[in-house]
Nanobody
């Protein structure tokens, strides 16, 4: 079972920044495309970014494009999400997971490839 530990969330004012980290537990990330997802209360989980295993392909929905940047350091077994110019609508619990590489490559879509999710990290943006 692939497990991730997400961290870096917190309370920030609108316009502020946060950097989230996603560290793999018990396995190496090298072979996996990874995505960040979020879920706000009463809403479905949505993908906010994903990155190929060699960092040569990324995808973002329009809602975060230009504000969020995903990166990874395979040597540290960690994927990051830099979030700038945060908005109140970015408030959610953020999770990371493996994603389907072909969906990222051919459709620029972040589709989770796992049924297992970590605890996530809460991001709250105040207006």
């Amino acid at each position: 079972q692939l497990q991730f530990v997400e961290s870096g969330g917190g309370l920030v004012q609108a316009g502020g920044s946060l950097r989230l980290s996603c560290t793999a537990s018990g396995f190496t990330l090298d072979y996996y495309a990874i995505g960040w997802f979020r879920q706000a209360p009463g809403k479905e989980r949505e993908g906010v970014s994903c990155i190929s295993n060699m960092s040569d392909d990324t995808a973002y929905p329009d809602s975060v494009k230009g504000r969020f940047t995903i990166s990874r350091d395979n040597a540290k077994n960690t994927v990051y999400l830099q979030m700038n110019t945060l908005k109140p609508e970015d408030t959610a619990v953020y999770y990371c997971a493996t994603v389907v590489s072909s969906e990222l490559l051919f459709s620029d879509t972040c589709v989770p490839s796992t049924e297992y999710w970590g605890q996530g990290t809460q991001v709250t943006v105040s207006s």
